[in-house]
């Protein structure tokens, strides 16, 4: 990669609360790979909500892509719930014009209008894998994990729906995850239990 990339960080909710870790380490990621997370004051990407309104939910997450948007940034995403919400709101809503209706009579109270010009939305594995490229953190690679086997865990938010998320991956088969830890030197494992939510 040439130059300094940069991101919208999504931390979401979760992360911040619960997984400082994992912010710090992604953090430390990116800035050995010259990536620029830069922080906006997005809120809740309105997962936690779909139950109760998907209309309010979806305004949520279309307010969070509008903060983005105004910055020109494309977001990336810790926490696959949100990478996921962003994700179908930004495919729902430029698809369904009857919804975006919905949704913006919703943010009339912000005095703001979603108009659909949404910046892409990856999880940051998506991220590192893409446009990184596998190849490229393998040769970045300083102490290899050679010979730490490793059993990881996609869930079911990180790329469903699939049509929402441009089949990025395989839905039932996805290898990106494991190319990642293949990538570090260690040996990614299968188990019976991968695919599960």
């Given amino acids: 990669m040439k130059g300094a990339v940069r991101y919208a960080l999504f931390l979401g909710c979760t992360v911040p609360a619960r997984q400082m870790n994992y912010e710090q380490s992604a953090r430390a990621v990116a800035e050995a790979l010259d990536i620029e997370l830069v922080d906006l004051p997005f809120g809740c ?5 779909e139950p109760i309104s998907r209309v309010k939910a979806l305004a949520m997450a279309a307010h969070n892509l509008m903060m983005a948007s105004e910055e020109h940034l494309d977001v ?15 495919w729902l809503l430029s698809h369904e014009k009857n919804l975006l209706r919905r949704v913006n009579k919703a943010l009339t109270p912000l005095g703001v209008e979603y108009e659909g010009e949404a910046p892409r939305v990856l999880h940051i594995l998506r991220m590192l894998h893409d446009e990184v490229g596998v190849e490229n953190i393998r040769r970045r690679i300083e102490r290899p994990l050679n010979g730490l086997r490793v059993a990881v865990h996609y869930g079911c938010h990180y790329m469903r729906p699939s049509e929402a998320y441009g089949g990025f991956e395989d839905p039932e088969r996805p290898r990106g995850l494991d190319e990642l830890v293949e990538a570090t030197g260690a040996e990614s494992v299968d188990y019976p239990g991968k695919m599960d939510c």
Avoid: N
């Fill in 45 to 49: 990407c309105g997962f936690p909500l």
């Fill in 76 to 90: 990336v995403a810790l926490c696959s719930a949100c990478a996921e919400t962003l994700v179908k709101a930004r």
